[in-house]
């Protein structure tokens, strides 16, 4: 796997005419490699891909590297060890190298450890770089689903008056811990009452009520890919208006997963969804796109490709996506419910299967 994705690299070399490219991005450097620590440095270059890491994470670099040379270096600044290199530093060579994820400071590092050589932003280069998954990415990703839609099952039994936010986000997160997630992909979005108008609500000291839609936006994580789920719930009975409020969201979240299939303009999904909540009269309480990619690298939640009212990206076979619109009512209340589904040539696969209907606990 690390073989044919470093290939893939080495490919577009030549397609830009570059002797080489600097991975420092973390995310990236274990899509790669396989690496896991967290100080690594590769350099894939057209001949051999060398493997930069410190003495701390010796063992560690030599049992999970594939695909490139380990060098333990002296020091931890991997980038100024980049001038050890004779090969690297010949002159007139071209690297490349992600400009989105290295600072400013590190970019004038990066050209003070290779002065002959001309630095070329490359962030087009690995734009796509895990977008499509694997069968393997996909069955981990489909893991952790299911880590979370049992977590999920657990912890509603806790929820009651007068439990707070975050001790429901401690019982969720031990409960995925306990069930073999590696860590939670993001931090865990847990907001009741009024609170739950806001898209990112972390879980906070407020006390749940009855009467609270109470929201729960989390993932797990298993190999180092991951799951992102949105389930709102109301705790006691319904009212009119929150089955009401409720009802357009899941018309609206259902209708982007039936539009998506390889070929779409993935503007299209988001128009499924926000047509139907701007036809019930609620489309700016619907401000952020429908999804986003999700898996592994990057970011491992907020990757390609990115379902908005913008996007002129199409599905591809084997794409992760999210599918999550919702509404969001300042001062009263939201709903958000998100899936996570694989894209195939005729539909998607769903892969997070905790119930969509209004749960009243």
């Known amino acids: 796997m690390s073989a044919k994705r470093i290939n893939e690299i080495k490919s577009g ?8 490219f600097i991975v420092t991005h973390l995310d990236h450097v274990r899509y ?6 967290s100080n690594g440095l590769l350099v894939i270059g057209n001949g051999k891909t060398q493997f930069l890491t410190d003495f701390r994470y010796a063992d560690q670099a030599k049992n999970q590297v594939k695909g490139a040379t380990v060098n333990v270096m002296s020091k931890g600044d991997l980038i100024g060890a980049l001038k050890e290199f004779p090969q690297l530093n010949r002159k007139n060579l071209r690297y490349g190298y992600s400009e989105s994820n290295l600072s400013v400071a590190g970019g004038k590092r990066l050209q003070a450890a290779l002065p002959d050589a001309l630095l070329v ?6 734009a796509e770089l895990g977008w499509v998954k694997e069968k393997l990415e996909i069955d981990l990703i ?6 979370g839609d049992t977590a999920l099952e657990r912890v509603l039994q806790l929820v009651a008056p007068g439990v707070t936010e975050r001790e429901l986000q401690a019982e969720l997160e031990y409960q995925m811990a306990m069930l073999g997630s590696e860590r939670p992909s993001f931090e865990t979005i847990i907001a009741s009452g009024y609170r739950s108008a ?29 799951s992102d789920m949105t389930r709102t719930i109301v705790v006691g009975k319904a009212t009119a208006k929150q089955k009401k409020i409720y009802g357009i969201v899941l018309r609206s979240q259902m209708a982007g997963v039936k539009t ?17 909540i701007t036809r019930a009269g609620y489309g700016k309480e619907f ?30 076979v084997n794409n992760v996506i999210t599918v999550e619109p919702g509404i969001y009512i300042s001062g009263w209340g939201g709903v958000r419910i998100e899936d996570d589904v694989v894209v195939t040539r005729n539909g998607c696969k ?6 969509k209907n209004l749960l009243e606990v």
């Open 260 to 276: 998506v299939k390889a070929g779409v303009v993935c503007r299209k999904v988001d128009e499924a969804c926000r047509k139907i």
């Open 142 to 147: 489909a893991k952790a689903c299911k880590i």
């Open 13 to 20: 070399l030549k397609k830009e005419n570059l002797d080489g």
């Open 198 to 226: 806001m898209p990112h609500g972390m879980a906070s000291n407020k006390k749940i009520q009855a009467g609270d839609f109470v929201t729960f936006d989390f993932g797990a994580t298993v190999n180092g890919y991951v």
């Open 350 to 355: 769903v892969l997070t299967h905790f119930p």
């Open 287 to 316: 401000g952020h796109g429908t999804g986003h990619g999700i898996g592994f690298p990057y970011n491992p939640i907020h990757t390609g490709p990115h379902v908005s009212p913008i996007s002129e990206e199409k599905l591809q």
């Open 121 to 126: 932003p490359g962030d087009a280069m690995i």
């Open 32 to 37: 790669l490699c396989g690496y896991t620590g």
